[in-house]
């Protein structure tokens, strides 16, 4: 679980299904106390991930870590990949105000199989549910989102691919460490989501 870990930080891979907070869900089990538990202390989560979504969240591991943390996060270049229904431009930058907020997220086309992609995400702002809300919008909803997706699509990958889950999960992460420097940390891609991308490559190719 834990990807990076040094006097100030710690990244982990969140699975999918966990919130990563308790305040933002009403569950026993959350990340932040499994994180306190594997480095028995308390930490500061600097950002979320939805909780059906995985890969890389950072957490400070003193409070002066966190303000600094947060106070660069704007510099925070954050790489998603996501599993998409419809093929989006192979590079574009989406600029679509969300709940009145200016927010954008830039997009690159990795590759296509059917009727669907995998695409990397950028998001340069942090609205809630950006990346999900931005791909809807220019009509390429992400697999597996129950809010924003399509149901025909997500339980075509249900039954199909074995995905139980939202398509996209967090990468890699680069942002100024506190102390200096830069923090980067990648995270491979879960295990369930790659399984699913390419049994789906290897069904819809061959048609």
């Known amino acids: 679980m834990i990807l990076h870990r040094d006097a100030r930080c710690v990244a982990v891979d969140k699975p999918s299904g966990v919130a990563t907070h308790r305040g933002w869900a009403d569950d026993d089990d959350a990340l932040l106390q499994r994180v306190r538990d594997a480095v028995n202390c308390y930490v500061y989560p600097i950002h979320r991930l939805d909780r059906g979504a995985s890969g890389i969240v950072l957490f400070a591991l003193d409070k002066e870590a966190a303000r600094a943390f947060s106070d660069a996060w704007s510099e925070a270049d954050k790489r998603y990949l996501a599993v998409t229904r419809g093929h989006p431009p ?118």
């Open 90 to 207: 192979e590079h574009a930058m989406i600029d679509h105000a969300i709940d009145g907020a200016p927010s954008r997220t830039e997009i690159w086309r990795q590759r296509t199989f059917g009727r669907y992609a995998v695409v990397e995400a950028r998001p340069h702002t942090g609205r809630l549910h950006q990346i999900r809300r931005h791909l809807k919008h220019i009509s390429c909803p992400l697999i597996g989102d129950v809010r924003y997706g399509k149901g025909e699509h997500n339980r075509l990958w249900r039954e199909r691919f074995a995905l139980h889950r939202l398509a996209l999960h967090c990468t890699s992460l680069r942002v100024p460490h506190c102390e200096g420097g830069e923090l980067a940390v990648t995270c491979p891609l879960a295990p369930d989501l790659a399984a699913a991308i390419e049994r789906a490559a290897m069904e819809l190719l061959e048609r």
